[in-house]
């Protein structure tokens, strides 16, 4: 994949997460692979995506402890 179409796909997926398009599960994991994606290429990280994956992320941790 070519760092634009990394871009694009992190720009599309802050588009869906915020029209409610996507579970936040598949928002999530899609999230993770962009953005691991993106550190592979060595470009810069957007801050409101790394923000919205660690938040995710927590809140999943959250819920499997209460369960």
Not at 14 to 32: A, D, F, K, N
Not at 50 to 57: D, K, N, P, Q, Y
């Amino acid at each position: 994949m070519e760092k634009h179409d990394l871009e694009v796909l992190a720009s599309e997926l802050l588009q869906s997460c915020e029209s409610g398009e996507l579970e936040r599960h598949e928002i999530h994991e899609r999230l993770r692979l962009t953005l691991d994606q993106m550190r592979a290429f060595g470009m810069p990280l957007p801050n409101d995506l790394v923000a919205l994956e660690r938040e995710l992320g927590d809140e999943f941790e959250a819920e499997a402890e209460e369960s």
